[in-house]
C-alpha cells in the first residue's frame, strides 16, 4: 500500500515538473503571458532553430533561441543604426544595428565599424518615440539633441520622451543621405 502512495506521487510529482517546465516565455498556459514579437510570430509557430533563415532574415542577426522565432524582417529601404556619438549638424556616425534575441524578444544592437552617414539637405523627417509603437515628428535639429542628450547626459531628456536604447530606423535618398530617421522604443 505504502509503495503504491509513492508511485502516486511520484507521477503527481512528474506531472506537475512537466507542466512548470512547458510554461516558458512563449506559452500563455498557465495564466502566463508572452511579450509581443516582431516578427508576428505567435505560439503556434514551429520552434525556432539554430541555424539563421534564408531570405527575409536581417544579415548578420544572431541565431533565434529561447523563443523569439524568426529576427524581424525590416521594410525595404530600412535600415538600423546606433549612433557611436552625438549627431552634430548634418552628419552622424553609426554602427549598423542587428537584432539579437534576449528574454525580452528581439533587441537591436550596434556592430562593426562605425559609418559616417550626412543627412539629406532638403526636409529630413525625424521621429522621438513617446512610448510602445508611439512616435512625435519633430524637427531634425530637436532629434539630433534628443540623440545627444541620451548618450550624455539622459537626466535632461524629458518626458513624453525617454532615452530607450540609441537605436534609429533610418532610410537614405538616391545619394545615401538620410532622409528619415526614427527613434526606436525599446521597453
Not at 56 to 77: E, F, I, N, R, V
Request: one cysteine or more.
Amino acid at each position: 500500500m505504502q509503495s503504491t502512495r509513492r508511485i502516486i506521487g511520484t507521477f503527481a510529482l512528474v506531472a506537475a515538473l512537466g507542466s512548470v517546465a512547458a510554461c516558458g516565455p512563449d506559452d500563455t498556459a498557465g495564466g502566463g503571458t508572452r511579450p509581443a514579437r516582431a516578427s508576428g510570430a505567435g505560439p503556434g509557430a514551429p520552434p525556432p532553430s539554430a541555424k539563421a533563415p534564408a531570405g527575409g532574415a536581417s544579415a548578420g542577426a544572431a541565431a533565434p533561441a529561447d523563443g523569439c522565432g524568426q529576427p524581424p524582417k525590416l521594410p525595404a529601404g530600412h535600415k538600423m543604426v546606433e549612433p557611436v556619438a552625438p549627431p552634430s549638424k548634418g552628419s552622424m556616425s553609426a554602427k549598423d544595428a542587428q537584432p539579437t534575441c534576449t528574454p525580452n524578444d528581439w533587441i537591436y544592437h550596434g556592430k562593426g565599424e562605425a559609418k559616417y552617414y550626412l543627412f539629406a539637405t532638403g526636409e529630413v523627417k525625424a521621429e522621438l518615440a513617446t512610448g510602445s509603437g508611439s512616435t512625435k515628428t519633430v524637427p531634425v535639429g530637436e532629434l539630433w539633441m534628443h540623440a545627444g542628450d541620451c548618450m550624455t547626459n539622459p537626466s535632461a531628456v524629458k518626458a513624453p520622451y525617454s532615452c530607450s536604447g540609441n537605436i534609429y530606423d533610418i532610410t537614405v535618398d538616391g545619394e545615401g543621405k538620410i532622409d528619415s530617421i526614427k527613434e526606436v522604443w525599446h521597453p
